[in-house]
């Protein structure tokens, strides 16, 4: 008897698997002409608006820094804590300022009184990697994810998810708004949205 219930057990689960594999694979065809779908209706919204933001694309932040001259005894780790908030962040000064000072990544204990620094602002975080803003038309908003067309036809469109420290300026955000947003981007994607601001 107890043959006879672990080879029904058996059977009755692979039954399980097989439907389950079915259904997933089913699943997932649907979800991929969904997305397509999406997107050409996005696409379609966005053409029909008319509206026409000020810029698109993507470009290095500006703005998104201030100056430090550098006094005597001070070093890459008192700057970062004293100006920036963490000792961890002078990684970030060298990266910001590896072109003006090359010094500074071979030997950063060199810093000489009188240098200018820029340095991110303290309200940043900590910045992981390069700061871009990028530029576009509001095609979606839900409050936990943005969706941003960086062309009038919307065939170049990208989706962020907006944290609770993501700061948002102005008024609600909507379709058809023109907006710039402040990330830090991470090539291999996931890039951290810091800020989103009107155009």
Request: proline residues 3%; charged residues 25%; neutral net charge.
């Amino acid at each position: 008897m107890k043959k006879y219930i672990a080879l029904f057990s058996k059977l009755f689960l692979l039954l399980i698997l097989i439907f389950a594999g079915v259904n997933i694979g089913r699943f997932a065809e649907r979800k991929v002409w969904m997305s397509k779908k999406l997107k050409e209706s996005v696409t379609d919204r966005i053409e029909s608006s008319g509206v026409v933001c000020p810029s698109y694309g993507s470009q290095k932040a500006k703005g998104e820094t201030f100056v430090y001259t550098v006094k005597e005894g001070d070093s890459l780790l008192s700057i970062a804590s004293n100006q920036l908030g963490d000792s961890s962040r002078a990684n970030e000064i060298i990266s910001l300022n590896k072109d003006d000072y090359p010094g500074l990544i071979d030997q950063p204990r060199l810093l000489q009184a009188g240098w200018e620094l820029e340095l991110p602002l303290r309200n940043l975080g900590i910045v992981q990697h390069e700061l871009k803003t990028l530029s576009g038309m509001v095609a979606s908003y839900d409050g936990k994810r943005i969706g941003v067309s960086f062309n009038q036809k919307g065939t170049q469109y990208g989706e962020y998810s907006i944290q609770e420290s993501t700061e948002i300026v102005g008024e609600e955000i909507g379709f058809g708004d023109c907006i710039h947003i402040l990330v830090d981007d991470d090539p291999r994607g996931g890039s951290r949205v810091i800020r989103v601001y009107p155009q």
